[in-house]
């Protein structure tokens, strides 16, 4: 089943458990605007798109597409994890 971008923004404030008016606050979003690009199913620009994203912990890749690119994750921790390694 393919999520929307604002059916995947829902479930995740939902898992945040704020209310979506908190949310849009806290995003610096017009409540009214964020109600009419869910409403209407638009996916905001991409200034937006990013602060919703990463106010949700997850990659814009991720929340408009649905999918995560984890080989790219699994490397960035590989690479901070080598880095705290050489701080020891």
């Known amino acids: 089943m393919r999520l929307s971008f604002w ?3 829902q ?4 898992e945040h458990k704020i209310s979506q008016k908190k949310f849009s606050e806290l995003v610096g979003i017009n409540y009214n605007t964020y109600r009419c690009w869910v409403y ?3 996916v905001p620009d ?9 106010a949700l912990g997850v990659s814009v890749e991720y ?3 649905g999918k995560d690119n984890l ?3 699994i490397k960035k921790l590989v690479l ?3 880095e705290e390694a050489d701080r020891i």
């Open 40 to 42: 209407n199913d638009r």
């Open 11 to 14: 479930k995740l404030i939902k």
């Open 63 to 65: 929340h408009v597409s």
């Open 7 to 9: 059916t995947r923004t």
């Open 46 to 54: 991409a200034e937006s798109a990013y602060y919703i994203a990463k």
């Open 80 to 82: 901070k994890l080598g």
């Open 71 to 73: 080989k790219q994750r």
